[in-house]
Protein backbone atom coordinates (compact mmCIF):
# COMPACT_ATOMS: atom_id res chain seq x y z
CA UNK A 1 0.00 0.00 0.00
CA UNK A 2 1.26 3.42 -0.79
CA UNK A 3 -0.09 6.52 1.41
CA UNK A 4 -3.13 7.97 0.13
CA UNK A 5 -1.36 10.90 -0.50
CA UNK A 6 0.63 11.43 -4.01
CA UNK A 7 4.84 10.94 -2.43
CA UNK A 8 6.26 13.67 -4.59
CA UNK A 9 6.78 16.35 -1.36
CA UNK A 10 8.72 14.88 1.70
CA UNK A 11 7.32 16.89 3.98
CA UNK A 12 8.51 17.70 7.69
CA UNK A 13 6.59 15.98 10.11
CA UNK A 14 5.51 19.15 11.56
CA UNK A 15 1.63 20.49 11.35
CA UNK A 16 0.26 24.02 12.01
CA UNK A 17 -2.85 24.65 13.71
CA UNK A 18 -2.94 28.76 13.18
CA UNK A 19 -0.71 31.79 12.35
CA UNK A 20 -0.69 34.83 13.47
CA UNK A 21 1.12 37.79 11.90
CA UNK A 22 4.86 36.35 11.74
CA UNK A 23 4.34 33.69 14.03
CA UNK A 24 3.18 30.32 13.56
CA UNK A 25 1.27 27.36 15.86
CA UNK A 26 2.79 23.96 15.65
CA UNK A 27 0.55 20.88 16.49
CA UNK A 28 3.99 20.18 18.48
CA UNK A 29 2.50 22.91 20.99
CA UNK A 30 5.57 25.04 20.06
CA UNK A 31 5.45 28.51 18.25
CA UNK A 32 7.35 29.46 15.59
CA UNK A 33 8.70 32.43 14.14
CA UNK A 34 8.04 32.29 10.70
CA UNK A 35 10.89 33.72 8.58
CA UNK A 36 9.59 31.47 5.46
CA UNK A 37 6.27 32.86 4.50
CA UNK A 38 4.91 29.82 2.99
CA UNK A 39 7.89 30.26 0.04
CA UNK A 40 7.57 34.12 -0.12
CA UNK A 41 3.48 33.93 0.28
CA UNK A 42 2.09 35.41 3.15
CA UNK A 43 4.03 38.57 2.95
CA UNK A 44 1.61 40.77 5.34
CA UNK A 45 1.20 37.92 7.64
CA UNK A 46 -1.07 35.37 9.09
CA UNK A 47 -4.87 35.69 9.53
CA UNK A 48 -4.34 39.40 8.26
CA UNK A 49 -7.30 41.19 9.70
CA UNK A 50 -8.00 43.02 6.05
CA UNK A 51 -7.38 39.87 3.88
CA UNK A 52 -9.94 38.07 6.50
CA UNK A 53 -12.51 40.63 6.54
CA UNK A 54 -11.98 40.93 2.79
CA UNK A 55 -12.47 36.98 2.12
CA UNK A 56 -15.11 36.55 4.05
CA UNK A 57 -17.14 39.72 3.12
CA UNK A 58 -16.74 38.29 -0.46
CA UNK A 59 -17.48 34.50 0.10
CA UNK A 60 -20.53 35.44 2.05
CA UNK A 61 -21.75 37.66 -1.69
CA UNK A 62 -20.25 36.09 -4.23
CA UNK A 63 -17.34 33.76 -4.60
CA UNK A 64 -17.25 32.80 -8.09
CA UNK A 65 -18.64 33.62 -11.18
CA UNK A 66 -16.54 32.87 -14.79
CA UNK A 67 -15.14 35.26 -16.91
CA UNK A 68 -18.07 35.05 -19.33
CA UNK A 69 -18.96 38.27 -17.59
CA UNK A 70 -17.18 41.24 -16.12
CA UNK A 71 -16.06 41.33 -12.76
CA UNK A 72 -15.45 44.76 -11.29
CA UNK A 73 -12.94 43.70 -8.52
CA UNK A 74 -10.87 42.20 -11.05
CA UNK A 75 -10.86 45.67 -13.38
CA UNK A 76 -10.08 47.25 -10.39
CA UNK A 77 -7.12 45.06 -9.57
CA UNK A 78 -5.95 45.21 -13.26
CA UNK A 79 -6.08 49.05 -13.25
CA UNK A 80 -4.56 49.51 -9.64
CA UNK A 81 -1.27 47.02 -11.43
CA UNK A 82 -1.44 48.95 -14.15
CA UNK A 83 -1.34 52.52 -12.25
CA UNK A 84 1.85 51.36 -9.68
CA UNK A 85 3.78 49.57 -12.81
CA UNK A 86 5.61 49.22 -16.44
CA UNK A 87 2.60 47.50 -17.65
CA UNK A 88 -0.16 48.14 -19.71
CA UNK A 89 -2.40 45.34 -19.44
CA UNK A 90 -2.95 42.31 -16.51
CA UNK A 91 -4.48 38.95 -17.54
CA UNK A 92 -4.61 36.95 -13.82
CA UNK A 93 -4.64 33.20 -13.36
CA UNK A 94 -4.13 31.25 -10.33
CA UNK A 95 -0.16 30.35 -9.94
CA UNK A 96 3.11 31.43 -10.87
CA UNK A 97 3.25 29.02 -13.29
CA UNK A 98 0.26 29.50 -14.91
CA UNK A 99 1.19 33.32 -15.08
CA UNK A 100 4.47 32.21 -16.70
CA UNK A 101 2.72 30.21 -19.56
CA UNK A 102 0.58 33.09 -20.44
CA UNK A 103 3.55 35.28 -20.38
CA UNK A 104 5.42 32.56 -22.93
CA UNK A 105 2.24 32.40 -25.44
CA UNK A 106 2.22 35.59 -25.38
CA UNK A 107 6.36 35.94 -26.96
CA UNK A 108 4.99 33.65 -29.37
CA UNK A 109 1.52 35.07 -30.35
CA UNK A 110 3.43 38.76 -30.45
CA UNK A 111 5.85 37.26 -33.16
CA UNK A 112 3.15 35.44 -35.08
CA UNK A 113 1.13 38.50 -35.15
CA UNK A 114 3.87 40.13 -36.74
CA UNK A 115 4.38 37.99 -39.56
CA UNK A 116 7.45 36.01 -37.73
CA UNK A 117 6.23 32.79 -36.52
CA UNK A 118 9.59 31.70 -36.95
CA UNK A 119 10.65 33.36 -33.71
CA UNK A 120 9.23 31.42 -31.27
CA UNK A 121 12.58 30.16 -28.97
CA UNK A 122 13.42 31.71 -25.59
CA UNK A 123 16.86 32.19 -24.31
CA UNK A 124 16.95 31.15 -20.10
CA UNK A 125 19.38 31.25 -17.60
CA UNK A 126 20.78 28.00 -15.41
CA UNK A 127 19.86 27.28 -12.13
CA UNK A 128 16.50 29.82 -12.90
CA UNK A 129 12.82 28.26 -11.63
CA UNK A 130 9.97 29.27 -13.11
CA UNK A 131 7.35 26.34 -12.68
CA UNK A 132 6.36 22.69 -12.79
CA UNK A 133 4.59 22.65 -15.96
CA UNK A 134 6.11 20.98 -19.00
CA UNK A 135 6.49 25.14 -20.93
CA UNK A 136 8.42 26.35 -17.40
CA UNK A 137 10.53 23.59 -16.55
CA UNK A 138 11.72 23.77 -20.16
CA UNK A 139 12.15 27.22 -19.76
CA UNK A 140 14.25 26.53 -16.40
CA UNK A 141 15.97 24.18 -18.21
CA UNK A 142 17.82 22.25 -15.02
CA UNK A 143 17.81 18.42 -15.71
CA UNK A 144 16.68 17.91 -11.76
CA UNK A 145 13.62 19.37 -13.03
CA UNK A 146 13.15 17.71 -16.41
CA UNK A 147 14.21 14.23 -15.56
CA UNK A 148 11.99 11.48 -16.39
CA UNK A 149 9.53 13.46 -18.19
CA UNK A 150 10.21 12.93 -22.17
CA UNK A 151 12.06 15.36 -24.55
CA UNK A 152 11.50 18.75 -23.06
CA UNK A 153 9.31 21.29 -24.99
CA UNK A 154 11.00 22.66 -27.96
CA UNK A 155 12.31 26.73 -27.87
CA UNK A 156 14.36 26.96 -24.75
CA UNK A 157 17.68 27.42 -23.99
CA UNK A 158 19.60 28.75 -21.81
CA UNK A 159 22.91 30.23 -20.58
CA UNK A 160 25.01 31.14 -17.76
CA UNK A 161 23.68 34.64 -15.79
CA UNK A 162 26.07 37.66 -15.88
CA UNK A 163 27.76 37.21 -19.24
CA UNK A 164 25.99 39.36 -22.24
CA UNK A 165 28.55 37.99 -24.45
CA UNK A 166 26.87 34.41 -24.05
CA UNK A 167 23.29 36.00 -24.17
CA UNK A 168 24.39 37.46 -27.98
CA UNK A 169 25.98 34.50 -28.83
CA UNK A 170 22.69 32.30 -28.07
CA UNK A 171 20.54 34.71 -30.29
CA UNK A 172 19.64 33.13 -33.39
CA UNK A 173 17.19 34.15 -36.13
CA UNK A 174 14.14 31.59 -34.44
CA UNK A 175 14.91 33.60 -31.12
CA UNK A 176 11.87 35.64 -29.60
CA UNK A 177 12.51 36.65 -26.45
CA UNK A 178 14.57 36.22 -22.82
CA UNK A 179 13.15 35.31 -19.83
CA UNK A 180 15.13 35.55 -16.20
CA UNK A 181 14.21 36.21 -12.42
CA UNK A 182 15.86 39.34 -11.09
CA UNK A 183 17.07 37.46 -8.33
CA UNK A 184 17.22 33.66 -8.81
CA UNK A 185 15.33 32.65 -5.96
CA UNK A 186 15.22 28.74 -5.85
CA UNK A 187 18.63 28.72 -6.96
CA UNK A 188 19.92 30.25 -3.98
CA UNK A 189 19.24 34.36 -3.71
CA UNK A 190 21.64 34.66 -6.54
CA UNK A 191 21.32 38.46 -7.28
CA UNK A 192 21.74 39.36 -11.09
CA UNK A 193 23.75 42.62 -11.74
CA UNK A 194 21.93 45.73 -12.34
CA UNK A 195 24.13 46.20 -15.30
CA UNK A 196 23.11 42.84 -16.68
CA UNK A 197 19.71 43.58 -16.76
CA UNK A 198 20.20 46.77 -18.25
CA UNK A 199 22.35 45.03 -21.02
CA UNK A 200 19.52 42.55 -21.54
CA UNK A 201 17.29 45.27 -22.08
CA UNK A 202 19.45 46.90 -24.52
CA UNK A 203 20.28 44.00 -26.22
CA UNK A 204 16.16 42.99 -26.44
CA UNK A 205 16.06 46.51 -28.32
CA UNK A 206 18.67 46.52 -30.55
CA UNK A 207 17.72 42.15 -31.45
CA UNK A 208 13.67 43.31 -31.71
CA UNK A 209 13.08 40.47 -28.83
CA UNK A 210 11.27 40.54 -25.72
CA UNK A 211 12.07 40.70 -22.07
CA UNK A 212 10.26 38.95 -19.83
CA UNK A 213 10.87 39.09 -16.04
CA UNK A 214 9.37 36.47 -13.67
CA UNK A 215 8.96 38.32 -10.63
CA UNK A 216 6.66 35.39 -8.39
CA UNK A 217 9.35 35.72 -5.84
CA UNK A 218 10.47 38.91 -6.06
CA UNK A 219 8.02 40.92 -6.85
CA UNK A 220 4.98 41.97 -4.34
CA UNK A 221 7.55 44.19 -2.53
CA UNK A 222 9.67 41.68 -1.38
CA UNK A 223 13.00 43.18 -2.50
CA UNK A 224 11.91 46.47 -0.78
CA UNK A 225 10.24 47.71 -3.77
CA UNK A 226 6.87 46.42 -5.58
CA UNK A 227 8.45 44.80 -8.18
CA UNK A 228 12.26 44.07 -8.59
CA UNK A 229 13.21 45.57 -11.99
CA UNK A 230 12.01 48.82 -10.09
CA UNK A 231 16.05 48.69 -8.86
CA UNK A 232 17.20 48.52 -11.98
CA UNK A 233 15.57 51.13 -13.70
CA UNK A 234 14.75 49.80 -16.98
CA UNK A 235 11.42 48.06 -17.49
CA UNK A 236 10.59 44.09 -19.04
CA UNK A 237 7.53 44.17 -21.75
CA UNK A 238 6.52 40.88 -19.78
CA UNK A 239 6.18 40.20 -16.20
CA UNK A 240 4.49 37.73 -13.90
CA UNK A 241 3.58 37.78 -10.42
CA UNK A 242 2.01 35.16 -7.63
CA UNK A 243 3.49 34.06 -4.80
CA UNK A 244 2.75 36.95 -2.17
CA UNK A 245 -0.14 38.61 -4.63
CA UNK A 246 -3.09 36.63 -2.70
CA UNK A 247 -0.74 36.51 0.52
CA UNK A 248 -1.83 32.64 0.24
CA UNK A 249 -5.01 32.50 -1.96
CA UNK A 250 -3.67 31.06 -4.95
CA UNK A 251 -3.42 33.71 -7.54
CA UNK A 252 -1.27 34.80 -10.36
CA UNK A 253 -1.13 37.81 -12.51
CA UNK A 254 0.91 38.35 -15.99
CA UNK A 255 1.28 41.96 -17.20
CA UNK A 256 2.52 43.43 -20.24
CA UNK A 257 3.23 46.52 -22.41
CA UNK A 258 0.64 47.48 -25.06
CA UNK A 259 1.83 45.93 -28.13
CA UNK A 260 2.17 42.29 -26.73
CA UNK A 261 -0.68 42.66 -24.54
CA UNK A 262 -3.09 43.76 -27.63
CA UNK A 263 -1.91 40.34 -29.42
CA UNK A 264 -4.20 38.45 -26.64
CA UNK A 265 -7.47 38.48 -27.97
CA UNK A 266 -11.00 36.97 -27.36
CA UNK A 267 -10.22 32.70 -27.71
CA UNK A 268 -6.81 33.31 -27.01
CA UNK A 269 -5.96 31.92 -23.63
CA UNK A 270 -7.93 31.59 -20.59
CA UNK A 271 -8.74 30.19 -17.03
CA UNK A 272 -12.26 29.32 -15.19
CA UNK A 273 -10.42 30.46 -11.78
CA UNK A 274 -8.68 33.48 -12.92
CA UNK A 275 -9.02 36.46 -11.65
CA UNK A 276 -12.78 35.63 -10.12
CA UNK A 277 -14.12 37.77 -7.37
CA UNK A 278 -12.87 35.91 -4.34
CA UNK A 279 -8.83 36.11 -5.59
CA UNK A 280 -9.01 39.06 -6.57
CA UNK A 281 -11.18 40.69 -3.08
CA UNK A 282 -7.75 39.61 -1.74
CA UNK A 283 -4.99 40.68 -4.09
CA UNK A 284 -6.98 44.28 -3.82
CA UNK A 285 -6.11 44.61 -0.28
CA UNK A 286 -2.58 43.33 -0.62
CA UNK A 287 -1.95 45.84 -3.40
CA UNK A 288 -3.66 48.81 -1.68
CA UNK A 289 -1.87 47.79 1.67
CA UNK A 290 1.67 47.23 -0.19
CA UNK A 291 1.08 50.87 -2.29
CA UNK A 292 -0.29 52.57 0.58
CA UNK A 293 2.52 55.84 1.94
CA UNK A 294 5.35 54.69 3.75
CA UNK A 295 4.66 50.78 3.11
CA UNK A 296 7.96 50.23 1.35
CA UNK A 297 9.89 52.58 2.99
CA UNK A 298 9.57 50.59 5.72
CA UNK A 299 10.10 47.20 3.81
CA UNK A 300 13.88 49.26 3.17
CA UNK A 301 14.25 50.21 6.50
CA UNK A 302 13.67 46.99 8.27
CA UNK A 303 15.71 45.25 5.61
CA UNK A 304 18.89 47.39 6.48
CA UNK A 305 18.30 46.18 10.59
CA UNK A 306 17.81 42.82 9.47
CA UNK A 307 20.73 42.73 7.16
CA UNK A 308 23.27 44.07 9.48
CA UNK A 309 22.17 42.09 12.30
CA UNK A 310 23.09 39.24 9.88
CA UNK A 311 26.65 40.36 8.62
CA UNK A 312 27.39 40.33 12.22
CA UNK A 313 26.24 36.74 12.44
CA UNK A 314 28.23 35.72 9.14
CA UNK A 315 31.33 37.94 10.59
CA UNK A 316 30.93 35.55 13.90
CA UNK A 317 30.60 32.25 12.75
CA UNK A 318 33.16 31.81 9.96
CA UNK A 319 33.09 28.22 10.13
CA UNK A 320 29.34 27.96 9.88
CA UNK A 321 28.37 30.89 7.38
CA UNK A 322 30.00 31.90 4.21
CA UNK A 323 28.03 35.09 3.02
CA UNK A 324 24.56 37.11 3.37
CA UNK A 325 22.75 37.50 -0.62
CA UNK A 326 19.96 39.14 -0.99
CA UNK A 327 18.22 42.64 -1.44
CA UNK A 328 15.28 43.86 0.84
CA UNK A 329 13.86 40.69 2.60
CA UNK A 330 14.30 38.05 -0.13
CA UNK A 331 17.55 37.06 1.64
CA UNK A 332 19.77 34.42 1.89
CA UNK A 333 22.50 33.15 3.87
CA UNK A 334 24.86 30.67 2.20
CA UNK A 335 26.68 28.23 4.35
CA UNK A 336 29.61 26.24 4.72
CA UNK A 337 27.80 23.38 6.81
CA UNK A 338 25.28 21.68 5.34
CA UNK A 339 22.19 23.96 5.02
CA UNK A 340 19.33 21.42 6.03
CA UNK A 341 21.31 21.34 9.11
CA UNK A 342 21.13 24.92 9.69
CA UNK A 343 17.64 24.84 8.63
CA UNK A 344 17.06 21.97 11.57
CA UNK A 345 19.01 23.90 14.32
CA UNK A 346 17.10 27.03 13.84
CA UNK A 347 13.31 25.01 13.91
CA UNK A 348 14.98 23.21 16.90
CA UNK A 349 15.63 27.00 18.54
CA UNK A 350 11.78 27.92 17.20
CA UNK A 351 12.36 29.57 13.75
CA UNK A 352 11.41 28.53 10.06
CA UNK A 353 13.76 29.44 7.16
CA UNK A 354 13.79 27.82 4.08
CA UNK A 355 16.05 25.85 1.40
CA UNK A 356 17.47 27.23 -1.79
CA UNK A 357 19.95 26.01 -4.09
CA UNK A 358 23.64 26.45 -4.08
CA UNK A 359 23.43 25.24 0.16
CA UNK A 360 21.88 28.49 1.05
CA UNK A 361 19.23 28.55 3.32
CA UNK A 362 16.65 31.68 2.23
CA UNK A 363 15.28 33.76 5.14
CA UNK A 364 11.76 35.21 4.04
CA UNK A 365 10.11 36.51 6.91
CA UNK A 366 6.79 38.21 6.06
CA UNK A 367 7.19 42.13 5.27
CA UNK A 368 5.44 43.41 8.30
CA UNK A 369 8.22 41.89 10.57
CA UNK A 370 9.13 44.25 13.74
CA UNK A 371 12.08 44.99 15.76
CA UNK A 372 11.25 42.51 18.15
CA UNK A 373 11.21 39.60 15.96
CA UNK A 374 14.49 40.77 14.36
CA UNK A 375 16.29 40.28 17.81
CA UNK A 376 14.31 37.07 18.13
CA UNK A 377 15.52 36.12 14.91
CA UNK A 378 19.28 36.49 15.31
CA UNK A 379 19.40 35.02 19.04
CA UNK A 380 18.04 31.72 17.24
CA UNK A 381 20.53 32.28 14.75
CA UNK A 382 23.19 32.58 16.84
CA UNK A 383 22.47 29.70 18.83
CA UNK A 384 22.32 27.66 15.84
CA UNK A 385 25.53 28.75 14.74
CA UNK A 386 27.13 28.19 18.12
CA UNK A 387 25.77 24.74 17.97
CA UNK A 388 27.12 24.10 14.01
CA UNK A 389 30.59 25.75 14.90
C1 LIG B 1 7.40 29.88 -7.04
C2 LIG B 1 7.92 30.31 -8.35
C3 LIG B 1 7.31 29.93 -9.55
C4 LIG B 1 6.16 28.94 -9.60
O1 LIG B 1 5.03 29.39 -8.94
P1 LIG B 1 3.85 28.32 -8.62
O2 LIG B 1 2.78 29.17 -8.00
O3 LIG B 1 4.43 27.31 -7.68
O4 LIG B 1 3.44 27.71 -9.90
C5 LIG B 1 7.80 30.43 -10.73
N1 LIG B 1 8.85 31.27 -10.74
C6 LIG B 1 9.46 31.67 -9.61
C7 LIG B 1 10.60 32.64 -9.69
C8 LIG B 1 9.03 31.19 -8.37
O5 LIG B 1 9.66 31.58 -7.26
Given amino acids: ?11 ANLSFEKGEGAYLFGNDGRRYLDFFAGIAVTSLGHANPAIVEAITDQASKLMHISNLFRIPGQEELAEKLVNATFA ?5 CNSGAEANECGLKMIRKYFSDNGQSERYKVIGFENS ?11 AGQEKLLEG ?3 AMDGFSQVAVGDIELVKAAITPETAGIIIEPILGEGGIQV ?5 LRALRALCDEEGLLLMFDEIQTGMGRTGKLFAYE ?8 MTSAKALG ?7 CLAVEKVAKCMIPGTHGSTYGGNPLGTSVANVVVDTMTADGFMDRVAQISGHLKQALHGVVDRYPTVLEELRGVGLHLGLKCKVENSALLDALRKHGTLAVKGGDNVVRLLPPLIIEEEQIREFIAALEAACEELA
Fill in 1 to 11: MIPALLSNYAP
Fill in 88 to 92: DAVYF
Fill in 129 to 139: FHGRTLATIAA
Fill in 149 to 151: FGP
Fill in 192 to 196: VELEF
Fill in 231 to 238: HSGIIPDI
Fill in 247 to 253: NGFPIGA
